[in-house]
T-cell receptor
Framework: TQLLEQSPQFLSIQEGENLTVYCNSSSVFSSLQWYRQEPGEGPVLLVTVVTGGEVKKLKRLTFQFGDARKDSSLHITAAQPGDTGLYLCAGAGSDYGQNFVFGPGTRLSVLP | EAGVTQFPSHSVIEKGQTVTLRCDPISGHDNLYWYRRVMGKEIKFLLHFVKESKQDESGMPNNRFLAERTGGTYSTLKVQPAELEDSGVYFC??????????????FGPGTRLTVL
């Protein structure tokens, strides 16, 4: 059974600070996605990483896929209150995989 | 373009009753997925339709759950009879049918089910 762990579980920081959240597994994933979810809404896709070692940037967010495709990180620079939310990673286990395994999420709170 | 919609947004029922959740995917999306998150746990896959066919139903917890997608458009997920442990948020997602390594799934807002 493929499992994804995320750390930290909760994170509360001040506006302007930097932060990194992690997504780890003992399993290899063909692709890994990061989502952000706000209360009362479904997860919204931020990025998909596919290649081991891949780094993708989305404005102040930097995503990295581990070389072995077992782990990933999300780094936010100069966090803003609008970044507050639940950050989820999800992995696809097989090529053309449609069955995603989700991590439990990191709940981020950015205080003004 | 309308996103994935789910109905109802909330449902409170008593143990033993039946509840039917509905999902309308994005128009033109052949893939439709059901997921659920029970309290304190991660989102878990339930099943995947390609058009009207069940591609993968390995995540369905037991035979009290029945999913249908007649005509390959909207889908329903029926829980009969509902048990306390069925409480949670049920998400639907849809994506285009493409043979690529990854397919972006668009999620609906979820239906919060409470079984008393």
């Amino acid at each position: 059974t493929q499992l994804l762990e995320q750390s930290p579980q909760f994170l509360s920081i001040q506006e302007g600070e930097n932060l990194t959240v992690y997504c780890n597994s003992s399993s290899v994933f063909s692709s890994l996605q990061w989502y952000r979810q706000e209360p009362g809404e479904g997860p919204v896709l931020l990025v998909t990483v596919v290649t081991g070692g891949e780094v993708k940037k989305l404005k102040r967010l930097t995503f990295q896929f581990g070389d072995a495709r077992k782990d990933s990180s999300l780094h936010i620079t100069a966090a803003q209150p609008g970044d507050t939310g639940l950050y989820l990673c999800a992995g696809a286990g097989s090529d053309y995989g449609q069955n995603f395994v989700f991590g439990p999420g990191t709940r981020l709170s950015v205080l003004p | 373009e309308a996103g994935v919609t789910q109905f109802p947004s909330h449902s409170v029922i008593e143990k033993g009753q039946t509840v039917t959740l509905r999902c309308d995917p994005i128009s033109g999306h052949d893939n439709l997925y059901w997921y659920r998150r029970v309290m304190g746990k991660e989102i878990k896959f339930l099943l995947h339709f390609v058009k009207e066919s069940k591609q993968d139903e390995s995540g369905m917890p037991n035979n009290r759950f029945l999913a249908e997608r007649t005509g390959g458009t909207y889908s329903t997920l029926k829980v009969q009879p509902a048990e306390l442990e069925d409480s949670g948020v049920y998400f639907c997602a849809s994506s285009q049918y493409r043979r690529v390594v990854y397919n972006e799934q668009f999620f609906g807002p979820g239906t919060r089910l409470t079984v008393l």
